[in-house]
T-cell receptor
Framework: GAVVSQHPSWVICKSGTSVKIECRSL??????MFWYRQFPKQSLMLMAT?????????EQGVEKDKFLINHASLTLSTLTVTSAHPEDSSFYIC????????????FGPGTRLTVL | KQEVTQIPAALSVPEGENLVLNCSFT??????LQWFRQDPGKGLTSLLL???SQREQTSGRLNASLDKSSGRSTLYIAASQPGDSATYLC????????????WGAGTKLIIKP
């Protein structure tokens, strides 16, 4: 149980386009989902915390207008990278916390974004 | 502000050896500590989660210990195998209501056949 999926697993796009990444909890409801980005050979950096039905909380330095997060249901959160540029190329990972469960987070397999 | 450090940054050992990975944290007021494994270009696999009230957790050849007062955790891997090669990350969650995890930079482990 507690499986989190991400789609797509990888995406290549042109500079200036927008890219949407989906994070789904497959067998549980997640009131809270987290979005991370990871640069090569570095650890994870929390971008934002997403709560179902409310606005996401962004970490300092993360542009909320550039990284749009929508958590419309208890099983789906989306991250849209708007007007992507090469510096946005990174590995994006989401995690989900079980509603009413422990504090343990379950992680998705990640999405590799490459902006040309 | 909580800071998590992992030493060493990289480790290469022959197959079959027992090894220890270290994780230290500056604020002992933690709720839990978790060890993860990440293969190149992949997501995270949770290995062990230790609650603040616990001293250790075991799963197969893995044993994680927690000394909250000294701000240290170790991940012990017995009889290492080439398939154990990966980056190992530790993360702590504070005692406050924020669910944010604070991450170490990871230890890249290579097990030589």
């Amino acid at each position: 149980g507690a499986v989190v999926s991400q789609h797509p697993s990888w995406v290549i796009c042109k500079s200036g386009t927008s890219v949407k990444i989906e994070c789904r909890s497959l067998d549980f409801q997640a009131t809270t989902m987290f979005w991370y980005r990871q640069f090569p050979k570095q650890s994870l950096m929390l971008m934002a915390t997403s709560n179902e039905g409310s606005k996401a909380t962004y970490e300092q330095g993360v542009e909320k207008d550039k990284f749009l997060i929508n958590h419309a249901s208890l099983t789906l959160s989306t991250l849209t990278v708007t007007s992507a540029h090469p510096e946005d190329s990174s590995f994006y990972i989401c995690s989900a916390r079980v509603a009413g469960g422990s504090d343990e987070q379950f992680f998705g397999p990640g999405t590799r974004l490459t902006v040309l | 502000k909580q800071e998590v450090t992992q030493i060493p940054a990289a480790l290469s050992v022959p197959e079959g050896e027992n090894l220890v990975l270290n994780c230290s944290f500056t604020d002992s007021a933690i709720y839990n500590l978790q060890w993860f494994r990440q293969d190149p270009g992949k997501g995270l696999t949770s290995l062990l989660l230790i609650q603040s009230s616990q001293r250790e957790q075991t799963s197969g050849r893995l044993n994680a210990s927690l000394d909250k007062s000294s701000g240290r955790s170790t991940l012990y891997i017995a009889a290492s195998q080439p398939g154990d090669s990966a980056t190992y990350l530790c993360a702590v969650k504070g005692e406050d209501s924020n669910y944010q995890l604070i991450w170490g930079a990871g230890t890249k482990l290579i097990i030589k056949p």
